[in-house]
């Protein structure tokens, strides 16, 4: 079965299109503090004392999920039954 170059061209387009929709959308600041249900001034101070992964540009802050994902992660408290 012979794939005509029309073809070839919508399937490119669909991958592309799914491609697009894989990488990690950045969090504003607003979002980063509800998606963590932290106030404000705690994401403040985490950033400010670089405990949490963030981008900055100009005023602006900007989070990864996969970056609040492993603060988060990284502090977890162990049940007794684990220790």
Same mark, same amino acid.
């Given at each position: 079965?012979?794939?005509? %170059?029309? =073809?070839?061209? =919508?399937?490119? !387009?669909?991958?592309?299109? &799914?491609?697009? !929709?894989? %990488?990690?959308?950045?969090?504003? #600041?607003?979002?980063?503090? *509800? +998606? $963590?249900? #932290?106030?404000?001034?705690? $994401? +403040?101070? &985490?950033?400010?004392?670089? $405990?949490? !992964?963030?981008?900055?540009? !100009? *005023?602006?802050? #900007? #989070?990864?999920?996969?970056? $609040?994902?492993?603060?988060? &992660? ?6 007794? *039954? =684990?220790i």
């Amino acid at each position: 079965m012979a794939t005509t %170059q029309n =073809e070839i061209l =919508e399937r490119l !387009g669909r991958i592309e299109t &799914l491609l697009a !929709g894989n %990488q990690p959308q950045p969090l504003s #600041f607003p979002e980063a503090c *509800k +998606y $963590l249900h #932290f106030a404000p001034s705690t $994401l +403040y101070r &985490l950033t400010s004392k670089s $405990l949490i !992964g963030h981008f900055k540009t !100009g *005023k602006l802050l #900007f #989070f990864l999920r996969e970056d $609040l994902d492993k603060f988060l &992660l990284a502090h977890r408290i162990s049940v007794r *039954k =684990e220790i």
